[in-house]
């Protein structure tokens, strides 16, 4: 699958997760306990990683394995068209650089990213960029946050139907709370 392909694979997965939302009480139906999710209050927590969100926003969790680089950890969303995504890719030798200018090359492919910087998440330092996206007839603001921790890459989007600066105090709870828990590889 080419860059453009996995960008929009991406897309498609958080949006479907996004309409997804019907049912407010989502349940892990796992019975394993060694990878339970725990779910409080405006807390999520799976084991690999952690963060606070929202109040009166809901977390639907991934329950299903990807063949995908990227895969699907938890969506946590408002509504159909405001959301977090929190993706990883078990990077092996590839290099974490290279992955995130694939995921940054195939953003600009459908949309404009207007600013690009880096910022502290659970004390690494994170690649961030700012953009517009139209999938369709609608334009979406995008925040995407990526870094690597344990060899493994951690990419948050998050995704709004206005602009970002109105979902700053979402977004910093998010981002100020957020720890990865798994242990390093030996």
């Known amino acids: 699958m080419g860059i453009i392909g996995l960008i929009i694979l991406i897309i498609i997965i958080a949006t479907a997760a996004m309409w997804a939302m019907d049912d407010k009480n ?19 927590s799976d084991g690999n990683i952690s963060f606070d969100y929202p109040e009166g926003w809901d977390v639907t969790p991934n329950n299903i394995t990807s063949s995908s680089q990227f895969n699907l950890i938890v969506t946590v969303s408002k509504d159909e068209n405001n959301s977090l995504s929190i993706f990883k890719e078990e990077l092996g030798t590839q290099n974490f650089t290279y992955s995130v200018a694939s995921w940054r090359a195939n953003v600009i492919q459908n949309g404009m990213i207007y600013y690009e910087g880096d910022l502290t998440v659970d004390n690494c330092t994170a690649y961030e960029f700012m953009a517009n996206y139209k999938p369709e007839d609608k334009v ?21 139907d206005n602009a970002l600066l109105n979902y700053k105090t979402e977004m910093d709870k998010v981002i100020n709370s957020f720890h990865v828990t798994e242990s390093p590889i030996l």
């Open 140 to 160: 979406y603001t995008i925040r995407g946050i990526a870094f690597q921790k344990n060899r493994t890459g951690y990419y948050l989007m998050f995704v709004f």
């Open 26 to 44: 989502i349940k892990n139906p796992s019975n394993n306990t060694s990878n339970q999710t725990n779910i409080t209050k405006n807390h999520y």
